[in-house]
């Protein structure tokens, strides 16, 4: 049976309402989940501190549009970090999931809210509206080609001329990875690493321009979606799976905590990081 995206999340938001606060690893214990969310808002931050600059072409309030927003964590992280930089952030929070959005709204009833689907949503609704529009592990849910590129032409035409697109997910762009095909027809289809070029390419024909490309997260805090060979592949996910073990612990992961953050923005640093990535696009002031 093929997966129906909408049916899914549906089902999630409407079993755990108002309990959800993020995906991440379920089965995992709450420290490691901290430090994989501490680790991609720590990029996040670096990235918005190098765009900081652009940001002000908009002046003091930054319109901000999270597609696929879920129950809100990054929508928090969002407002929160711009604030720290003293923008007014006026945020759009838009899901598929009307019980996602009411659980969102009861926790930061500042937010705006909109119910669509990024599959279905014509691409133009919000044309040039926001300074900021962000997708973060969204898209690779979206398992129809059709429903996905639809999904980044919306975000696309919603950024204003001047502004930028934040997108983190899954993103292939090394020569090797063994989830670079799968089963379609199954569930694996929630959850589909794309190629940076397919982003570079859709969002190139919609005026934006990738101007940043970086490590979200490393394999050890988020496992590995692809390598630079298929030794290097296999040496990580069995590092990952090793892990994994020590992950499910509490206290063993509090007590290595500081080892694993300090690792993991090496890792990052020097390109081995094998995981998520945030990309950055820019529309050009015409």
């Known amino acids: 049976m093929l997966y129906d995206n909408a049916a899914y999340w549906t089902k999630i938001h409407r079993d755990l309402t108002g309990t959800l606060r993020s995906v991440g690893f379920p089965n995992l214990s709450e420290r490691f989940n901290e430090l994989k969310y501490a680790s991609e808002a720590e990029t996040l931050h670096a990235v918005l501190q190098k765009l900081g600059p652009d940001l002000k072409l908009g002046g003091a309030e930054v319109r901000v549009l999270d597609a696929g927003a879920g129950v809100g964590y990054w929508t928090a992280v969002m407002t929160a970090a711009l604030s ?28 705006n809210t909109v119910q669509a689907d990024l599959t279905l949503i014509q691409p133009d609704r919000f044309k040039r509206m926001y300074d900021v529009v962000m997708s973060f592990y969204c898209l690779h849910h979206l398992p129809r080609l059709e429903g996905f590129t639809n999904a980044l032409r919306f975000a696309a035409n919603s950024v204003r001329r001047g502004g930028i697109l ?15 095909s799968f089963d379609f027809y199954s569930w694996k289809g929630n959850g589909i690493p794309r190629h940076l070029y397919l982003l570079d390419d859709v969002l190139g ?46 206290k063993l992961t509090s007590l290595l905590s500081p080892i694993l953050c300090y690792t993991d923005r090496v890792c990052k640093k020097k390109g ?15």
């Open 84 to 111: 720290h930089w003293s923008f007014r952030p006026a945020i759009t929070a838009l899901d598929l999931s009307a019980e996602g959005l009411a659980a969102l709204k009861q926790r930061y009833p500042e937010t």
């Open 166 to 180: 934040l997108i983190m997910d899954p993103i292939l762009s090394m020569p090797y990875s063994q989830l670079d």
């Open 205 to 250: 024909s919609q005026g934006l321009t990738r101007v940043d490309f970086r490590p979200a997260v490393s394999f050890l805090l988020n496992g590995n979606i692809e390598a630079r060979s298929r030794l290097c592949f296999t040496f990580c996910r069995r590092l990952w799976g090793m892990l994994g073990r020590i992950y499910r612990r509490e």
């Open 272 to 286: 081995w990081a094998y995981s998520s990535s945030l990309c950055t696009y820019r529309r050009e002031i015409e």
